[in-house]
């Protein structure tokens, strides 16, 4: 689906959601990221990251309270519904990056493309491996045979193949020096600004901040304080 500039390409209403026996509850009344904006989430282990980012992916259905993409309700909805918009609209960018090993680089880049019901665009996936630096003689290859920061522009590639209303990162950067983590960085972003697609990227890593225009601090959910969305100090 094309990303409509007048509506949000991101919003989270009323959001509510508690895993039973325990205490701490993930409430989130509202949020919102038009096409293009990046969100950096932060917040320590247990202060509902991974819970959040399950919601947005519609692997986890939610309690109480509506997400939306564009113009298509996430959630509530079938779980049928929620896989065919994951496959359409989100792209992901795993922490262990979840590449098939014995598959080759222009086949795990186009893998995705057949569970969402399209062929498989290679001539985008060769545009977008180009784009991200990696030779043309290393797409036959198998994936296992990469550097780690290789295989993280093959993960990039596969996942903004679809050109997705959201791209989602998990941690991506946390086995990485800070040179590497930087470089990576730069590499996602440039690739989802081409794209048009908005990005929530979260981290345990503070300094990843100044790369996003806004920041949400889980921590302060536990804390029982509405979560603040601001524009960073720097971009």
């Known amino acids: ?24 509850t993930l409430e989130i009344p509202a ?104 030779p043309a003689s290393l797409w036959q290859a198998p994936a296992a045979q990469l550097s780690v920061g290789q295989q993280q522009r093959v993960a990039i590639a596969r996942a903004l193949l679809g050109k997705p209303t959201l791209l989602i990162a998990d941690e991506p950067t946390s086995a990485l020096d800070a040179d590497n983590r930087d470089a990576f960085m730069r590499v996602l972003l440039k690739e989802a600004n081409d794209a048009g697609s908005t990005v929530i990227f979260v981290s345990h890593d503070q300094a990843l901040a100044r790369y996003f225009g806004f920041q949400l601090d889980m921590n302060r959910l536990q804390d029982g304080v509405t979560p603040v969305i601001a524009e960073a100090l720097c971009c």
């Not at 689906?1 to 701490?24: S, T, Y």
């Not at 919102?32 to 932060?42: D, N, S």
Request: with cysteine.
């Open 1 to 24: 689906m094309a990303a409509d500039l007048n509506i949000p390409a991101v919003e989270l209403k009323n959001l509510r959601h508690q895993w039973p026996g325990q205490a701490f």
């Open 31 to 134: 949020l919102q990221l038009a096409t293009g904006q990046h969100l950096f989430v932060r917040g320590a282990s247990g202060s509902g990251k991974t819970t959040l980012l399950n919601l947005l992916c519609g692997v986890l259905t939610l309690q109480q309270g509506e997400i939306w993409l564009q113009q298509q309700r996430l959630q509530p909805n079938k779980a049928a519904v929620r896989d065919r918009i994951r496959a359409r609209e989100i792209g992901v960018v795993f922490q262990q990056l979840n590449l098939i090993p014995y598959l080759s680089v222009l086949d795990n880049v186009v893998l995705g493309q057949a569970f969402s019901g399209k062929a498989a665009d290679e001539a985008r996936a060769r545009d977008l491996l180009t784009a991200l630096q990696l």
